[in-house]
Nanobody
Framework: VQLVESGGGLVQPGGSLRLSCAAS????????MSWYRQASGKERELVAS????????SYADSVKGRFTVSRDNVKNTLYLQMNSLEPEDTAVYYC?????????WGQGTQVTVSS
């Protein structure tokens, strides 16, 4: 099983980034996929989730209207489009795959929002 995040980097406030999470080794369509983030010295927090089939989404209040989560069940890839980035969005971003009794995590990708 592998979850490999990419797309992180340094961006100025107000800028955009698109994160990707490539999944392999499990049945991607059977899992709820989520993005979490962990800022230095803080606990890991849920950013956004998307269900396996219907594609229903949910977001943390802090990112609503700025971030969009999506998935491509053919490419087995999860995405997070991040717009209007703020310094408070600086963190390591992780993707997670979850279903009953099984959870997988990626290794994370750093996002830094700074001028």
């Amino acid at each position: 099983v592998q979850l490999v995040e990419s797309g992180g980097g340094l961006v100025q406030p107000g800028g955009s980034l698109r994160l990707s999470c490539a999944a392999s080794g499990f049945t991607f369509t059977g899992y709820v996929m989520s993005w979490y983030r962990q800022a230095s010295g803080k606990e890991r927090e849920l950013v956004a989730s998307i269900t396996s089939n219907s594609g229903a989404t949910s977001y943390a209040d802090s990112v609503k209207g700025r971030f969009t989560v999506s998935r491509d069940n053919v490419k087995n890839t999860l995405y997070l489009q991040m717009n209007s980035l703020e310094p408070e969005d600086t963190a390591v971003y992780y993707c997670k795959a979850a279903r009953a009794f099984r959870t997988y995590w990626g290794q994370g990708t750093q996002v830094t929002v700074s001028s």
